[in-house]
């Protein structure tokens, strides 16, 4: 983080949303004394508790209250390959991880308790296998159709491993050769679906669907028919930076990670059950008007960390403030450009539900996984999938039951399910939860006037210094050594890194305040920064922005 002015005079700071993103930011603008004396910091949030952790529960243990389990809505996990900058943010708020390397079991709506695949965790080094139900013929069988049916799924299983294998080659190779972040490549503008078809010859069409795609609808909580025009760089990047490294989950859940980054800002500076609905442009910078509430007015910056729609609404209310001002011309023109940009972001509603409904899980115990996906996407007429799942015919939705744990003696489990296409049991359910999703652009270059990759030239010097700097056997453990490996070896092959910055619609200030001449900006953050929308995007784009608060502020 860049220093700051020794200038005395204050800057008045609105943060709008309290998401990851808007926590990160006011947590960067008040994370030193200078920086509290510097920036005077407000967050505002329309629903009455912050919002990171607004919609997470607990569960108490029946005698002990502190063994009661609190539960995260929507389950978070991270991995220190994909979310390098949410690692060390969580790193440096002094935040214990646990280690959750997934284990998943996969099925079809068709017969959504009778799993067609196992995946065993770690990156397949672990391996794939049959459900426990399947290890034993049943008895009314003959030896001939035992022996079919255990062969065709053994075959199954040994197509989808080689298609797993060179999905990751693909990945890894082009994650070596650096195409994977330049928004020039064709792999970054062609729909995932679309590049696995034409490679069809190597990677199963049916490994592509029930289980890829599958896997990533569960990842993105978003529909199989949007993961399926996610550009491929981004599925292969995924792909290649989380291999072999561990995933993990916040001790104690996010309610600490809240905690930690609004800890520097001071009570009355937190604005719950406020609904901003204008910002409006004033001489002292911008004027925040709240439904029934008076405004708020002299914020030099606002920081709109909220759903790019509702971003693009409170644009478009300061556009209306200013309409009529003939100095303001070329920035409203600059304005309906980057409302053009958010509006290339779009959403999907997702849900997630608690509840205790074991009938959502595999019948047989032994096929129980950390995470139980369910997919409706099959593909007609095909042979294997129809042996393995007992399904003909598809849909275009997944469902995805996470195991939580036991919180009482008699074993009661608590389970959470995100996009129900199997409703639980009415008296089973603990709570429900709507959220909207981002989806990920069309390509890196749709929203580049927002964010954008920049190449970097590196010399042999600088890629020797980056392999040294990447690969640490201090920091390295058993299980991600080769993945430091990998990620220090394609530093040194490539000339050039692609970086992210702001794009030009921000960087240059172009929503500044007409009426004031303090300088300032209106600024747009989220998880769609980069990538596919995760956690990732929300901490870098909140860098990104306070960095460049920090360097102009004068």
């Given at each position: 983080?860049v220093?700051?002015?020794?200038s005395?005079?204050?800057?008045?700071?609105?943060?709008?949303?309290?998401?990851?993103a808007?926590?990160?930011?006011?947590?960067?603008?008040?994370?030193?004394?200078?920086?509290?004396?510097?920036?005077?910091?407000?967050?505002?949030?329309?629903?009455?508790?912050?919002?990171?952790?607004?919609?997470?529960?607990?569960?108490?243990?029946?005698t002990?209250?502190?063994?009661?389990?609190?539960?995260?809505?929507?389950?978070?996990?991270?991995?220190?390959?994909?979310?390098?900058?949410?690692?060390?943010?969580?790193?440096?708020?002094?935040?214990?991880?646990?280690?959750?390397?997934?284990?998943?079991?996969?099925?079809?709506?068709?017969?959504?308790?009778?799993?067609?695949?196992?995946?065993?965790?770690?990156?397949g080094?672990?391996?794939f296998?049959?459900?426990?139900?399947?290890?034993?013929?049943?008895?009314?069988?003959?030896?001939?159709?035992r022996?079919?049916?255990?062969?065709?799924q053994?075959?199954?299983?040994?197509?989808?491993?080689?298609?797993?294998?060179?999905?990751?080659?693909?990945?890894l190779?082009?994650?070596?050769?650096?195409?994977?972040?330049?928004?020039?490549?064709?792999?970054?503008?062609?729909?995932?679906?679309?590049?696995?078809?034409?490679?069809?010859?190597?990677?199963?069409?049916?490994?592509?669907?029930?289980?890829?795609?599958?896997?990533f609808?569960?990842?993105?909580?978003?529909?199989?028919?949007?993961?399926?025009?996610?550009?491929?760089?981004?599925?292969?990047?995924?792909?290649?930076?989380t291999?072999?490294?561990?995933?993990?989950?916040?001790?104690?859940?996010?309610?600490?990670?809240?905690?930690?980054?609004?800890?520097?800002?001071?009570?009355?500076?937190?604005?719950?059950?406020?609904?901003?609905?204008?910002?409006?442009s004033?001489?002292?910078?911008?004027?925040?008007?709240?439904?029934?509430?008076?405004?708020?007015?002299?914020?030099?910056?606002?920081?709109?960390?909220?759903?790019?729609?509702?971003?693009?609404?409170?644009?478009?209310?300061?556009?209306?403030?200013?309409?009529?001002?003939?100095?303001?011309?070329?920035?409203i023109?600059?304005?309906?450009?980057?409302?053009?940009?958010?509006?290339?972001?779009?959403?999907?509603?997702?849900?997630?539900?608690?509840?205790?409904?074991?009938?959502?899980?595999?019948?047989?115990k032994?096929?129980?996984q950390d995470?139980?996906?369910?997919?409706?996407?099959?593909?007609?007429?095909?042979?294997?999938?129809r042996?393995?799942?007992?399904?003909?015919?598809?849909?275009?939705s997944?469902?995805?039951?996470?195991?939580?744990?036991?919180?009482?003696?008699?074993?009661?489990?608590?389970?959470?399910?995100?996009?129900?296409?199997?409703?639980?049991?009415?008296?089973?359910?603990?709570?429900?939860?709507?959220?909207?999703?981002?989806?990920?652009?069309?390509?890196?270059?749709?929203?580049?006037?927002?964010f954008?990759?920049?190449?970097?030239?590196?010399?042999?010097?600088?890629?020797?210094?980056?392999?040294?700097?990447?690969?640490?056997?201090?920091?390295?453990?058993?299980?991600?050594?080769?993945?430091?490996?990998?990620?220090?070896?394609?530093?040194i092959?490539?000339g050039?890194?692609?970086?992210?910055?702001?794009?030009?619609?921000?960087?240059?200030?172009?929503?500044?305040?007409v009426?004031?001449?303090?300088?300032?900006?209106?600024?747009?953050?989220?998880?769609?920064?980069?990538?596919?929308?995760l956690?990732?995007?929300?901490?870098?784009?909140?860098?990104?922005?306070?960095?460049?608060?920090?360097?102009?502020?004068?």
């Open positions: 983080m220093g700051i002015s020794k005395d005079r204050q800057i008045k700071v609105a943060i709008i949303g309290s998401g990851l808007g926590l990160t930011a006011s947590h960067l603008l008040s994370q030193s004394a200078e920086l509290r004396k510097r920036y005077d910091v407000h967050i505002f949030e329309k629903n009455e508790s912050l919002g990171l952790d607004a919609s997470s529960i607990t569960i108490p243990h029946p002990q209250q502190e063994k009661s389990l609190r539960v995260d809505v929507p389950m978070r996990s991270i991995n220190a390959g994909y979310y390098p900058n949410l690692t060390r943010l969580y790193k440096s708020l002094g935040v214990k991880l646990k280690k959750t390397n997934f284990t998943f079991s996969f099925s079809s709506i068709h017969a959504p308790r009778s799993p067609f695949m196992l995946y065993n965790g770690q990156s080094i672990r391996g296998s049959v459900r426990a139900g399947d290890s034993s013929s049943h008895p009314s069988s003959s030896i001939q159709q022996i079919s049916t255990n062969f065709s053994s075959l199954t299983l040994l197509i989808f491993a080689f298609s797993y294998i060179v999905l990751l080659f693909f990945a190779y082009h994650h070596a050769r650096g195409h994977l972040l330049d928004p020039m490549h064709p792999i970054n503008r062609e729909p995932f679906l679309h590049w696995s078809n034409r490679h069809k010859r190597y990677i199963d069409p049916t490994f592509i669907r029930s289980v890829t795609l599958t896997l609808s569960a990842v993105t909580t978003s529909s199989i028919a949007s993961v399926e025009q996610i550009p491929a760089a981004e599925i292969l990047l995924y792909i290649s930076s291999f072999l490294r561990d995933h993990h989950k916040v001790q104690g859940g996010v309610q600490i990670v809240q905690d930690a980054l609004a800890r520097n800002i001071p009570l009355d500076n937190v604005h719950t059950s406020y609904t901003v609905e204008r910002i409006q004033d001489q002292q910078g911008y004027t925040i008007s709240v439904a029934d509430k008076a405004p708020i007015s002299g914020f030099q910056h606002v920081i709109l960390a909220t759903p790019a729609t509702f971003s693009n609404s409170l644009i478009e209310s300061y556009c209306n403030s200013i309409a009529e001002k003939v100095s303001a011309a070329d920035q023109e600059n304005i309906r450009i980057l409302q053009d940009n958010l509006a290339q972001i779009r959403y999907e509603e997702s849900m997630v539900i608690n509840h205790s409904d074991r009938s959502l899980l595999p019948k047989n032994k096929d129980w995470l139980n996906l369910v997919s409706a996407n099959t593909v007609e007429n095909d042979e294997r999938y042996l393995l799942a007992g399904s003909k015919h598809g849909g275009r997944a469902m995805a039951t996470h195991l939580i744990r036991s919180t009482a003696t008699d074993g009661e489990l608590i389970l959470q399910t995100t996009n129900p296409t199997i409703w639980p049991k009415k008296d089973s359910i603990l709570s429900s939860s709507n959220f909207v999703r981002a989806l990920t652009p069309i390509s890196k270059q749709a929203i580049d006037g927002l954008e990759w920049t190449p970097v030239h590196l010399t042999f010097s600088q890629r020797v210094t980056q392999f040294f700097r990447l690969f640490n056997f201090e920091q390295s453990t058993p299980t991600t050594i080769h993945s430091d490996w990998i990620t220090a070896c394609f530093s092959l490539r050039k890194k692609h970086s992210l910055r702001l794009g030009k619609l921000q960087s240059s200030r172009s929503l500044q305040p009426d004031s001449e303090k300088p300032g900006n209106i600024w747009v953050c989220g998880s769609y920064a980069q990538g596919i929308p956690l990732e995007g929300c901490v870098t784009s909140s860098m990104l922005v306070v960095n460049e608060i920090l360097q102009n502020d004068i």
